[in-house]
C-alpha cells in the first residue's frame, strides 16, 4: 500500500530497509548484550559517539550514523537473537517483499521506538538519495502495556508525501 501511495505521488526509485527486533524477550537480550559490547569498547567510541551511548543504546545505533559505524558494525544485532519462530515470519516477509519485486536490504539500525516497537521495523527511501519517504513499524506490546489483557497485533507507518507544486 505504502509503495503505491509513494509512487502515485511521483517517488519511482524506492528501496525498503527493514529490520526485525523481535519480541520483549529477544529485545532484552539483545539490549544487554549491546550495552555490555559498547561498554566493553567505549575507549573507541569518539566524543560524539560517546554521548548518543550515554542517551542510550537506541540512541548511539539510530544517530550514530557514520560516527559510530566502525564498532557498530561489529556490535551484536537484534536479529542475532530472534527465535525460530521469530526467524520463519521474518523469512515469510521477505519471501512476501520479494515476490512483489519490492528492493529491500536489512538494515539493523532501524529500531522503532523502543517504547512500544516490536518485530518488523522499516524505513522507505528513495533510492538515489536516500531520503525517508514512509516509516513504520508493530507494536504488538503496545495494548498490554496499556492494560488489555493479551496482546494485541497492530502496525502503523508514517509516509511523507511532496507538496503538490501545481496550482
Known amino acids: 500500500t505504502i509503495q503505491t501511495i509513494l509512487r502515485e505521488d511521483g517517488s519511482e526509485n524506492i528501496t525498503l530497509l527493514i529490520n526485525n527486533m523481535g519480541g520483549k524477550d529477544t529485545q532484552t537480550q539483545f539490549n544487554r548484550e549491546a ?11 569518539n566524543a560524539t ?3 548518543y551511548f550515554k542517551d542510550g543504546l537506541h540512541t548511539l545505533i539510530t544517530q550514530g550514523g557514520d560516527n559510530c559505524k566502525i564498532l557498530k558494525e561489529h556490535a551484536p544485532e537484534p536479529m ?3 527465535n ?3 526467524r520463519a515470519k521474518f523469512k515469510e ?4 517483499l520479494e515476490s512483489f519485486d519490492m ?3 536489512i538494515n539493523s539500525s532501524i529500531l522503532g521506538d523502543p517504547n ?3 518485530h518488523t521495523t522499516f524505513h522507505i527511501v528513495d533510492t538515489d538519495t536516500r531520503k525517508v519517504l514512509a516509516a513504520g513499524s508493530r ?4 495494548a498490554k502495556k496499556l492494560g488489555a489483557r493479551r496482546e494485541i497485533s497492530a502496525m502503523s507507518a508514517n509516509v511523507w508525501l511532496q507538496k503538490n507544486k501545481t496550482v
Open 84 to 86: 525460530e519462530e521469530g
Open 139 to 142: 507494536y504488538n506490546m503496545l
Open 103 to 105: 528492493p529491500y536490504e
Open 116 to 118: 512500544y516497537s516490536t
Open 93 to 96: 516477509i521477505i519471501e512476501y
Open 49 to 51: 559517539c560517546r554521548q
Open 35 to 45: 550495552t555490555g559490547f559498547f561498554r566493553k569498547n567505549i575507549s573507541l567510541l
Open 80 to 82: 542475532d537473537f530472534l
